[in-house]
């Protein structure tokens, strides 16, 4: 083998001979990756939004001392979601063992392609999966896989919907007389809008849903909706109902949802990409009524169960039309009597990453993962309380999860300098309190969304936030006078 030009380090030799230069790599990575996320407080949450220019790609090599120094001004300049401060997103700190068990998951390469690709692996996505669907209350038909994010969970699910329903799979679309819908709330992800896209139903079959002020769905109007479509000669066949909608985290009833797409014979997903966490805590667990009924399920534990991205999956409640519904065999795969991952995924090679999921759940455990929820709802709680407190504040919405939306709303401004203030209120806490909040427009507004993840960012941090929220009121009012 002529390796001359590689690095020393280039691989790990499978025999060994390079262990110390490994080692050493390792190790280094590794110091500067801990160094950066054990000083995230010292660093703001955001990075500096420059231009970045990554230069021509290295002939002879670059050396490892080369790589190292441009690693470390990468994580200078990465966002920096691990800080207590930042509370823009749903985008959380990782636990440990999920960073270390994607280290792992790399570094074994195996794919969950195949049973013979991943033998442990593929067993392991199985029964762990069946375990979380058994925890949503499904019975043990149940299963399903596990997909790079929550956008492939839904289309995955809208998919097997759509051929279940139309008995599509085969023919396709054409030679349908009426055209299929899909219904779910004004505040649903837009995910749903591109699913409908790739499955040929185009965006307009997303019919939008009213929500009522707590931007849950409204009930009313989704069985309104049903009638006025099929009298327009549309065929529903799909409801999605949102456990933890994107902006306001608001959860719709999907009981009553249940009983209405019983009623009308329709496929019921949801969408619990965020909200699914809530299965792991004995207090709030109630808050998913009615997901046990649902035919499907998105859920994505790379948001509120911390682990590292990427970690999503799609249950159905009736493992089986995954089989019927959606697989594609793949005759030149070695042939068991387990269908292979790859066949019953919208994705063929895929990363493991159950190992890092299944790590998480074993370390941190399920009274860990309660007290983790429960530590985000003492923090909302907090906050909307803090909220209510100022008659100059309101809510988007009365919370469900630990998702908090609320805007300033100086008397005698219009609806543009309104926003404006508010834009001015985001930029006044990110530069005093270092604080960041994202900035999302709903129902024609802007509102300051704090998703407050992180079990490190203390109280006193949200009282703060509020007297700086004071400070900028008090200076609003001499600015008027
Ligand atoms: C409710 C909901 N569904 C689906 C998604 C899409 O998930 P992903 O970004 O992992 O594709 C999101 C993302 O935030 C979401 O909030």
Redesign the pocket.
């Given at each position: 083998m002529n390796i001359d030009f590689l690095p020393d380090n280039a691989f790990i030799d499978p025999s060994g001979q390079n262990i110390n230069e490994v080692a050493s790599l390792i190790k280094k990575f590794i110091d500067l990756a801990v160094e950066n996320s054990a000083s995230a407080d010292q660093r703001s949450p955001l990075s500096r939004m420059k231009k970045y220019t990554f230069g021509e790609f290295s002939v002879q090599g670059m050396s490892s001392e080369g790589i190292f120094l441009q690693l470390h001004e990468i994580l200078k300049n990465s966002l920096n979601p691990l800080t207590p401060n930042y509370i823009g997103h749903?985008d959380s700190i990782p636990t440990l063992i999920s960073c270390l068990g994607e280290f792992i998951t790399t570094t074994l390469n195996n794919n969950m392609l195949s049973l013979e690709m991943s033998p442990l692996f593929s067993q392991m996505e199985v029964q762990v999966l069946r375990n979380i669907a058994r925890m949503f209350g499904y019975d043990e038909k149940s299963g399903g896989v596990m997909v790079?994010?929550?956008?492939?969970?839904?289309l995955q699910a809208l998919a097997v919907a759509r051929n279940h329903y139309f008995s599509v799979k085969e023919e396709g679309l054409i030679g349908l007389k009426e055209q299929p819908v899909i219904l779910a709330s004004e505040a649903?992800?837009t995910?749903l809008h591109k699913a409908a896209m790739l499955l040929g139903l185009g965006t307009s079959s997303v019919i939008a849903v009213k929500t009522n002020q707590n931007s849950q769905m409204d009930t009313l109007d989704l069985e309104k909706k049903i009638h006025k479509m099929r009298e327009k000669g549309k065929k529903p066949f799909a409801v999605v109902a949102?456990a933890?909608?994107?902006v306001t985290g608001n959860i719709d009833p999907i009981l009553s949802i249940a009983e209405i797409t019983k009623k009308y014979g329709l496929w019921l997903h949801v969408?619990a990409?965020?909200g699914g966490a809530l299965v792991f805590s004995d207090k709030h667990r109630k808050r998913l009524s009615g997901i046990e009924k649902a035919d499907s399920i998105?859920f994505?534990p790379?948001?509120w169960m911390y682990v590292a991205k990427?970690c999503?999956m799609v249950l159905f409640k009736n493992r089986d039309l995954l089989e019927t519904d959606f697989r594609i065999s793949a005759p030149y795969m070695n042939h068991t009597d387990f269908t292979n991952l790859g066949e019953i995924c919208v994705q063929g090679t895929r990363h493991a990453d159950i190992l890092k999921l299944y790590l998480s759940l074993q370390h941190i455990g399920l009274k860990g993962y309660d007290q983790l929820i429960n530590e985000g709802y003492l923090r909302v709680d907090e906050f909307v309380k803090q909220v209510k407190k100022r008659p100059y504040l309101e809510l988007a919405s009365e919370p469900d999860t630990n998702i908090c939306c609320f805007r300033w709303r100086p008397k005698n401004l219009d609806a543009k300098q309104c926003d404006q203030w508010n834009l001015e209120l985001q930029q006044c806490l990110l530069q005093k309190e270092g604080v960041f909040f994202s900035l999302p427009t709903y129902k024609g507004k802007r509102w300051l969304r704090a998703v407050l993840l992180n079990p490190f960012t203390p109280i006193s941090t949200i009282r703060k936030i509020f007297k700086t929220i004071d400070d900028f009121f008090i200076h609003y009012q001499s600015y008027k006078s």
């Open positions: 749903m790079s994010g929550g956008s492939l969970a839904n649903s992800h995910s949102t933890g909608t994107t969408d990409a965020y998105t994505n790379q948001k990427t999503a």
